[in-house]
């Protein structure tokens, strides 16, 4: 069952929500003051990334853990705020297909791994048989036959085999990606020279 936005019934889309902010300070003392704003910060619950500073520009993105975004909206005002401008996005119908795709690959991962195991199986047999002395030169010209299909068909399920790892785990950093943008708000901070 779906909703109206076409999500499956029982989620919530809030929990989905990606936010981030546009944040423009002015400062006289960029350097100084950017570098005081990254010191306060508690590591327990903010990441830095992207860190440009010089005498005349700072910027750089802070991931703020979602349920401390006021204290760091806080945090900002002892600076001169001269913008703070949010998005909000929602994920949630990405984040469904994304799990959906996670689990046909991983059930299709589980049907070639079982095909994968009954070739190198019969395979197997059937070069037992190709060794038994009692085979006729007419039934060792079929068997060769079989066993270079079999011997394709190993081949194209270990390929198969190694291109839905090769998903899944893009699924799985995709994911974790996700997972990231849910639990935490950017901020982007830029401090400009005041004037």
């Given at each position: 069952?779906?909703?109206?936005?076409?999500v499956p019934t029982g989620i919530e889309e809030k929990n989905y929500e990606v936010k981030s902010y546009n944040v423009t300070i002015e400062s006289s003392r960029i350097e100084e003051d950017?570098?005081?704003?990254?010191?306060?910060?508690?590591?327990?619950?903010?990441?830095?990334?992207?860190?440009?500073?010089?005498?005349?520009?700072?910027?750089?993105?802070?991931?703020?853990?979602?349920?401390?975004?006021?204290?760091?909206?806080?945090?900002?005002?002892?600076?001169?705020?001269?913008?703070?401008?949010?998005?909000?996005?929602?994920?949630?119908?990405?984040?469904?297909?994304?799990?959906?795709?996670?689990?046909?690959?991983?059930?299709?991962?589980?049907?070639?791994?079982?095909?994968?195991?009954?070739?190198?199986?019969?395979?197997?047999?059937?070069?037992?048989?190709?060794?038994?002395?009692?085979?006729?030169?007419?039934?060792?010209?079929?068997?060769?036959?079989?066993?270079?299909?079999?011997?394709?068909?190993?081949?194209?399920?270990?390929?198969?085999?190694?291109?839905?790892?090769?998903?899944?785990?893009?699924?799985?950093?995709?994911?974790?990606?996700?997972?990231?943008?849910?639990?935490?708000?950017?901020?982007?901070?830029?401090?400009?020279?005041?004037?």
């Amino acid at each position: 069952n779906y909703t109206q936005n076409n999500v499956p019934t029982g989620i919530e889309e809030k929990n989905y929500e990606v936010k981030s902010y546009n944040v423009t300070i002015e400062s006289s003392r960029i350097e100084e003051d950017c570098n005081g704003l990254l010191a306060s910060l508690d590591p327990k619950i903010t990441k830095k990334d992207n860190i440009n500073i010089s005498k005349h520009y700072c910027n750089f993105t802070i991931k703020v853990l979602k349920w401390h975004e006021q204290e760091f909206i806080t945090m900002l005002q002892k600076y001169d705020v001269k913008d703070l401008n949010s998005n909000i996005t929602n994920i949630v119908k990405s984040y469904v297909n994304l799990a959906d795709k996670m689990d046909e690959a991983k059930k299709r991962l589980g049907e070639v791994d079982a095909l994968l195991a009954d070739s190198k199986k019969n395979y197997d047999e059937l070069w037992a048989m190709m060794k038994n002395k009692s085979v006729t030169a007419e039934s060792i010209d079929s068997l060769n036959k079989i066993i270079l299909n079999k011997s394709e068909l190993i081949s194209k399920f270990s390929k198969e085999r190694a291109d839905l790892v090769d998903q899944i785990n893009t699924f799985s950093k995709q994911k974790q990606d996700y997972d990231e943008q849910i639990q935490y708000v950017d901020f982007y901070v830029a401090f400009s020279e005041k004037i």
